[in-house]
């Protein structure tokens, strides 16, 4: 599977950004998906993920009221809508994928992801 993130440019503090990546190669229903993000210096963070079996349906979210993931099955696509963004929030967002969910209550080790989208938010 193929993971291709996009959305990522420079805004100002404040603003929003809709972040998508899309899936080829196979289906999402399959895997367990998130958002992370890593800046420079720093270790990756988790931001949320969902389970790919609407069956199932967990979701962990690490940084509610700002940040919404959601998914939309018919393109094989899930987004992250990042709102009242600041400065801190510069990082390269990475969209990825685990075969496998062990423990609900935090996100997965992921098995693949994308090459990732560059945020900057800067006055």
């Known amino acids: 599977v193929q993971l291709t993130e996009s959305g990522g440019r420079v805004v100002q503090p404040g603003g929003s950004l809709r972040l998508s990546c899309a899936a080829s190669?196979?289906?999402?229903?399959?895997?367990?998906i998130g958002w992370f993000r890593q800046a420079p210096g720093k270790e990756g963070e988790g931001i949320s993920c969902?389970?790919?079996?609407?069956?199932?349906?967990y979701r962990v979210d690490s940084m509610k009221g700002r940040f919404t993931m959601s998914r939309d099955n018919d393109k094989n696509t899930v987004y992250l809508q990042m709102n009242n963004l600041k400065p801190e929030d510069t990082a390269i967002y990475y969209c990825?994928?685990?075969?496998?969910?062990?423990?609900?209550?935090?996100?997965?080790?992921?098995?693949?992801w994308g090459q990732g989208t560059q945020v900057t938010v800067s006055s």
């Open positions: 969902i389970s790919g079996k609407p069956e199932f349906p």
């Open positions: 190669g196979d289906t999402l229903d399959y895997y367990a």
């Open positions: 990825a994928i685990a075969e496998y969910w062990i423990d609900i209550n935090t996100c997965p080790d992921y098995d693949y």
